[in-house]
């Protein structure tokens, strides 16, 4: 985590890793849409990649699960390719790659290939996209055996990460990006602390990342968040604090599958109190996940029936204020945190 | 993938065959009455309650597999379909270890975890998904060509899955990015129980061109001029290193799974007159033509029997994978009859 400057965008991070990975490792090629320079993918995150590296930076066709499943090819014979999904609500015309290819090639063929690959997919709102360019799909990809799910959040540094998925990780990994948080800066800790807040991370493959107020000596609200709702989470618990005395710990998972629940609980034994959000529709989602494994695993830490804020159940709209009404905000999160 | 280091010719069809010195069509022969005689004691096995779920013979289809992929050499890759045990037979010539997948044996090909739809054995491979591995062969083509291996890979598909979408996707990538693929498009003239004539609209030849991708096409189930066929074919992908999109027209003789064939009488009477076995048997002597047939019939045999006594999976086999058994002893006494015969 102290690799990268605390001043690093997330974008910076992701870009800077990929070059850095590219340079190093011949195997390691980009495959998308639009990605060549000047233009550099529609987020910019491939920017300088193809003029750097122009024999490993294949600009396809619009097929997301022809070149999903490419790529997992090249991945069986050796290669390491990173994907890029333009807009995550895409990743779905893949979904049967996902499904019956990539996440089955290992144990189906008795551990006989492997498919080390990573796919990055921008989810998220907030931009005024609409329905089709905004969504969080992720939910609908939790609990493939043999996927793994990670997603970095500010609180994380997003280009560790992502060496991580592709370098380390044997089995094929979806990386969740957020869209919003490409311009964001990577909060680092120092010594336990980011700034006035108090920060403490497992030693995983992938961190969680917990922060709080007070130096983990007691807490009122356990609050898990991911990706981009993590800001949003960090917010409400600035809000609560100040406003009304609460601490609320927000607990930050990069790897929502496999998922760690250590870290929940361990906060749940201060707090009693458990609040999951998500930027994705609820049902059937992480926070159902969540909660349903704190239930199973540590229902006795429980004080309160736990709670779930994420978007309401309708597409995302494209006028701000339809957007801002479905979306889980921060008054949302303030809420259900009291 | 790692494998071990002397690994012969175990990935190598074609080095297998060319040190056979017997001649061409008794070797043709001998291969595709293996794939017979092991897929219609499989439907027996099936018969009796001895196998359970489902399989798709390849009965009628022989010749393809044959004239194909005798011209496969080490490294080489092949995607399969559902009806793999003829392309899988010549491949890897382990009819055991097929039998033993089938019978669900933690020897089989892969454990028991996939079924014959879903096998790895070195670079060969199937899916049970129509159409949907065209894009990791296609990428799996790819990479031989950014490594400079000089390794090509063919996917056989069915009539039917030239209605799947996602082949047209990898179709376009193959030939955009000129990848050694030759994808062979066995037409038997029937998905499932649909006729080709209410599966598909316009011709299969020019669905390859449309691509710039070369394509022909061979309407036969003669495996000598198959043979001779696709030794052009795939020398020209390898050596240009470029895709070419080839159907066979052909005809499938038994069910599509099991007890599932409601094809009109008439038409299987007509096609059985070609099928690629009669023909291939009047190439040799009756002598010849016995000696081979008591050889592949021990064989399967030997193979029934050994999967017999194969343990199931346990627990433990969730997650731990048996190494690879050694090739039959029997086997290699076998060949060693066909050397002399
Ligand atoms: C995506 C998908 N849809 C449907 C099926 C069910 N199915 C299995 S085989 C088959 C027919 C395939 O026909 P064809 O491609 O002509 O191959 P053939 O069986 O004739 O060898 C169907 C529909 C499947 N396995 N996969
Ligand atoms: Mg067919």
Redesign the pocket.
């Known amino acids: 985590m102290s690799s990268t400057p605390a001043t690093t965008t997330v974008l910076k991070s992701l870009n800077g890793a990929m070059h850095s990975m590219m340079e190093a490792d011949e195997r390691v090629l980009l495959i998308g849409e639009d990605l060549l320079d000047p233009y550099g993918g529609a987020f910019k995150v491939a920017r300088g990649l193809s003029e750097r590296f122009p024999e490993r930076v294949l600009t396809t066709p619009i097929s997301e699960a022809g070149f999903v499943g490419v790529a997992a090819g090249m991945a069986m014979r050796g290669m390491r390719p990173i994907v890029e999904i333009m807009f995550g609500d895409f990743l779905m015309l893949a979904a049967?790659q996902l499904l019956n290819h990539i996440s089955k090639y290992r144990w189906m063929y008795n551990d006989q290939v492997h498919v080390p690959m990573v796919i990055r997919a921008p989810m998220g709102a907030r931009r005024g996209y609409g329905p089709t360019h905004s969504q969080s799909v992720e939910k609908h990809i939790l609990g493939m055996p043999g996927l793994h799910v990670v997603a970095p959040s500010v609180l994380h540094d997003a280009g560790a990460l992502l060496r991580a998925a592709l370098l380390d990780d044997l089995s094929p990994v979806v990386f969740v990006e957020n869209k919003l948080m490409y311009a964001r800066r990577q909060l680092s800790a120092e010594g336990g602390r980011i700034g006035e807040l108090y920060a403490r991370s497992s030693s995983d493959r992938y961190p969680t990342t917990t922060v709080s107020w007070e130096p983990f000596d007691h807490a009122d609200v356990t609050l898990v968040a991911y990706g981009g709702m993590v800001e949003i989470a960090m917010e409400a618990a600035e809000t609560l604090f100040f406003d009304e005395e609460l601490v609320v710990e927000v607990v930050a998972p990069s790897s929502l599958q496999p998922l760690d629940l250590q870290p929940v609980l361990d906060s749940l034994q201060r707090s009693g109190k458990l609040v999951v959000c998500e930027e994705g529709t609820a049902g059937a989602g992480f926070g159902a996940e969540v909660i349903s494994r704190v239930s199973a695993e540590g229902f006795s830490l429980l004080k309160a029936a736990p709670k779930r804020v994420a978007a309401r159940d309708y597409p995302i709209a494209n006028t701000r204020s339809l957007e801002d009404m479905i979306l889980p905000q921060v008054a949302d999160l303030v809420r259900a945190c009291r | 993938m790692s494998q071990p280091a002397d690994r012969g010719d175990i990935a190598n069809p074609r080095a297998r065959f060319e040190r056979d010195g017997r001649p061409l069509r008794t070797k043709l022969f001998e291969q595709m009455m293996l794939i017979r005689r092991f897929e219609e004691r499989l439907l027996e096995l099936f018969g009796e309650g001895e196998l359970f779920g489902t399989t798709?013979c390849y009965i009628g289809q022989e010749a393809d597999a044959v004239g194909v992929i005798n011209h496969l050499q080490d490294g080489d890759i092949i995607f399969s379909?559902?009806?793999c045990h003829g392309h899988f037979l010549v491949y890897g010539d382990r009819p055991e270890l097929l039998m033993a997948e089938l019978m669900g044996r933690v020897t089989g090909v892969v454990g028991g975890r996939g079924g014959s739809q879903h096998i790895c054995f070195e670079n060969f491979y199937t899916n049970?998904?129509?159409?949907?591995f065209m894009p990791t062969v296609t990428g799996m083509a790819l990479a031989e060509k950014m490594k400079g291996s000089g390794n090509i890979a063919v996917a056989f598909?069915?009539?039917?899955?030239?209605g799947?979408g996602v082949l047209y996707e990898a179709l376009n990538m193959a030939s955009l990015w000129s990848v050694p693929l030759l994808v062979v498009v066995?037409?038997?003239r029937?998905?499932?129980s649909?006729p080709v004539e209410r599966e598909l609209a316009g011709d299969m030849v020019t669905r390859g061109r449309a691509f710039g991708i070369d394509a022909g096409e061979i309407d036969s189930t003669d495996a000598e001029a198959l043979y001779g066929h696709f030794g052009e074919i795939i020398a020209k992908v390898r050596n240009e290193q470029r895709p070419h999109f080839e159907v066979i027209h052909t005809y499938?003789l038994c069910h599509?799974s099991k007890s599932d064939d409601m094809r009109p009488e008439d038409e299987i009477e007509r096609f059985r007159k070609n099928e690629p076995l009669i023909g291939a048997r009047a190439w040799l002597t009756d002598d010849e033509a016995r000696a081979i047939e008591a050889r592949v019939e021990a064989r399967v045999e030997a193979a029934v029997r050994w999967s017999r006594e194969q343990p199931f999976p346990t627990p433990r086999h969730l997650d731990e994978r048996v190494a690879r058994p050694a090739p039959m002893a029997f086997e290699a006494s076998a060949t060693d009859a066909g050397e002399d015969a």
């Open positions: 049967d | 798709h379909n559902h009806r049970g998904i129509q159409g949907g598909i069915g009539d039917g899955t030239l799947q066995e037409n038997n029937w998905a499932q649909t499938r599509h």
